[in-house]
């Protein structure tokens, strides 16, 4: 599904890992993302990121889709598969190569563990082979070499946000010494592939979107608008437990789920039960907006009465 109409309009998507059932963190980015396009009579486009094939579970990607089904979800086109498209990824990191903007690296996670600093997202690579692997090591993995610069990104729920990529996570890989594409670069070019010009999800990708930024330009594709939904936090600001992001959702109680997963995302609820499925979307594009969504959400939140009310 190349992108072929330059003057298209709204195209959201939901990108999912197969990597175990939708639970309620993923289905809050799946809605989050279905209502806004919905309600700019936009498109909307499943992707399944199936890259890392070791972190893979089996049946996953069909639990996904039939959970979302269940759930009233309806996308557009064909579901696009990452596994499928390694040629693209492929060739896009032969253009980094040939224009000096990536290099290959001979380091071991041993070695940059002895030898980093730790940033935000683990060990920040120094740099030891910008200028060629040195002798006796074997190539391993692809590097993006990153700058000092600020990226600046304005998000629509999050705000400003600015990262200086080398110095707070270094230069990143973009194909894994096991040989898989690293699924910043995959996005990238999917989303681009895709004609995606919004995209909405959860706050936990939010430190990778400088990276995405920087990948755009350096691949001359051009830059989506972001919305990053909030995670759930405690009342003290704790990221809330596993057990509450990753409970599993249950495709027998859609409409409870669908309710609990809107009032998340601090839209109006409904003043009755909706009957149906389809009359919950309707209700729920005809009231969309990203204004009252907080940058983080506490929860137990007030709404939780709201939510009782409706039973
Ligand atoms: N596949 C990623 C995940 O499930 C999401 C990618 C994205 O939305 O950019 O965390």
Redesign the pocket.
């Given at each position: 599904m190349p992108d072929t109409d330059k003057n298209r309009g709204y195209r959201g998507r939901?990108?999912?890992?197969p990597s175990g059932e939708l639970h309620f963190g993923?289905l809050v980015?799946a809605m989050g993302s279905y209502l806004d396009a919905r309600s700019h009579q936009g498109e909307w486009f499943v992707r399944m990121?199936d890259l890392d094939r070791t972190r893979e579970v089996k049946g996953a990607a069909k639990s996904i889709l039939q959970t979302l089904e269940n759930l009233g979800f309806r996308w557009d086109g064909e579901i696009i598969y990452q596994s499928r498209r390694t040629a693209a990824y492929a060739e896009a990191v032969d253009r980094l190569i040939q224009a000096r903007l990536a290099y290959p690296c001979g380091c071991s996670r041993k070695l940059i563990e002895e030898q980093a600093k730790y940033g935000s997202e683990g060990t920040i690579y120094p740099g030891t082979c910008r200028n060629g692997v040195p002798q006796g090591r074997a190539e391993r993995s692809i590097r993006i070499l990153t700058t000092d610069e600020m990226i600046t990104i304005a998000d629509s729920v999050q705000g400003r946000i600015g990262q200086q990529i080398n110095r707070e996570i270094g230069d990143f890989v973009i194909r894994r010494a096991d040989g898989f594409h690293a699924?910043q670069l995959a996005?990238v070019i999917d989303d681009a592939w895709q004609g995606i010009t919004d995209?909405v999800?959860?706050a936990?990708?939010l430190s990778?979107t400088p990276r995405q930024h920087y990948l755009q330009r350096l691949l001359r594709i051009p830059h989506p608008t972001y919305a990053h939904l909030p995670l759930a936090v405690d009342d003290q600001g704790r990221k809330l437990s596993k057990q509450f992001k990753d409970a599993p959702v249950d495709p027998n109680q859609p409409m409870d789920i669908l309710l609990r997963a809107l009032d998340f995302l601090n839209q109006p609820l409904p003043p009755q039960r909706p009957e149906t499925i389809e009359a919950f979307w309707q209700w729920a594009v005809s009231r969309w907006s990203l204004k009252p969504i907080p940058a983080q959400l506490q929860i137990p939140a007030t709404s939780r009465k709201n939510l009782n009310n409706l039973r």
């Open positions: 939901f990108a999912p890992s993923s980015a990121e699924y996005v995209i999800r959860g936990d990708l990778s």
